[in-house]
Structures are given as C-alpha cells and as structure tokens.
C-alpha cells in the first residue's frame, strides 16, 4: 500500500474552511443555546403550569432524540410541514441549538437549584431585597457550579458539529469526507480529520479540566 500524504498539503486551504465553519456553527450554536437553555429552565421553574409543563416537554424530547435524527428532520421534514427551505447551515443550527438548549435548561436549572434555600432566606433577612438576594448570592454560586458542565458541553459540541456533515454543511468532516471522494486517499484524508480534530480538541479538553479543578464544587 503507497500513501500520499502530500494530499493533505494540497487541499490545507478547503481543510482550513472546513474548520472554520466548526469553529463557527459551535459558536453559533453555543451562543443561542445559552440564552436559549435559560428561557427554558425559567420556564421549567415557572409557577404556571402550562407554562412548566411545555418547557418539561421541551427539554424530555430534545434531549431524548438523537442529534443526527433532529438533523434529518429539520432537513427534510421542516420543510414539508412549513414549505420554508433552510440552507444546510441554518437546518444543522437549529438541529444542534435545540439539542443543546434542552441539556442547557437542565445544567441551568441543576444549578439554581443546587443552591439551598436558607441561603436565600437569610440574605433577606438582612435587608436584602429577592432580587438582590439572587443576583449577589444565589447567582455567583449556580454559575461556579454550572461553568464547568457548560465547558464541557462546549467540547462535546465541537465534536458533534461533525453529524451535520450529513447534510452537506461544509465543515471538517464534510470537507475531508469529500476530499477523499475525489482523491480516493481514504486512509490519508481519515486519519488527517482525526488529527486536526485531536489537535483542535484536546487543548479545549485540558482547559475543561482546568476549570473543574478551579470552579468544580464538592459538598
């Protein structure tokens, strides 16, 4: 068996494209999905119980159904029932935000509710108005507590950017998986997609572990 790993060289240019559009659906994604997870968990905590009970079954279903499957239906059936035709792009970033709204809302609510009540009480017992209470006790802790999940939620996106490749968004997969089509170096261009997502991960992977260490919280 030859191996030509000049290909890899050859095609840098669409290989760098492809990462950038990781880069940039991750961070898409990522930037509705935490505003869009804390919608949901407000919901999920509201004393309105329809209002409760649609952000539970926002949450129960997103979170339960895979990725690659939210990916074919938003491709393929949102369109018949809406007669609206998103690029590939748009249908992977609606899949993904609603997928990582839905884990979002619960590491949100996990940690809010981590918190214990007393603290709260006793912060208005010293003056403090409720929303003062949350925003100066309540608040810094639930994040101490949430950053660390959020981290890692953040690298597992980066890697499950990858199940959109199915539907043609040109990212890192995508890109390699056609490279290899045209140039029928399967080994190469596999074993190159593996390599940059290593390279492009694990630095994200020690930084999670560095802020578990810092911000992670033990009773």
């Given at each position: 068996m030859t191996l030509d790993w000049?290909?890899?060289?050859?095609?840098?240019?669409?290989?760098?494209?492809g990462v950038l559009l990781t880069i940039a659906l991750t961070v898409a994604?990522?930037?509705?999905?935490?505003?869009?997870?804390?919608?949901?968990?407000?919901m999920r905590q509201s004393h309105v119980r329809a209002v409760s009970f649609l952000g539970t079954v926002f949450v129960e279903f997103f979170r339960n159904v895979p990725l690659i499957l939210l990916v074919y239906w938003a491709f393929y059936v949102l369109p018949i029932l809406t007669d609206i035709q998103f690029s590939a792009f748009a249908t992977?970033?609606?899949?993904?935000?609603?997928n990582v709204s839905a884990y979002n809302a619960e590491t949100f609510r996990a940690g809010v509710n981590s918190i214990r009540k007393g603290q709260l009480e006793a912060a208005m017992a010293m003056g403090m108005s409720r929303s003062q209470a949350m925003r100066k006790v309540v608040l810094p802790q639930a994040i101490r507590r949430i950053l660390p999940v959020l981290a890692s939620t953040w690298?597992?996106?980066?890697?499950?950017t990858s199940l959109v490749s199915v539907i043609a968004v040109g990212?890192?997969?995508h890109t390699a998986l056609q490279i290899r089509s045209q140039t029928f170096r399967v080994l190469e261009m596999l074993t190159a997609m593996a390599?940059?997502?290593?390279?492009?991960?694990?630095?994200q992977a020690k930084l999670v572990d560095?802020?578990?260490?810092?911000?992670g919280v033990t009773e």
């Open positions: 000049n290909v890899v060289w050859q095609y840098r240019g669409d290989l760098a494209y994604t990522m930037a509705i999905a935490v505003p869009g997870g804390i919608a949901v968990m407000l992977g970033l609606v899949a993904m935000c609603l690298v597992s996106l980066f890697k499950d990212e890192l997969a390599a940059i997502y290593w390279l492009l991960g694990y630095p560095w802020i578990h260490r810092k911000y």
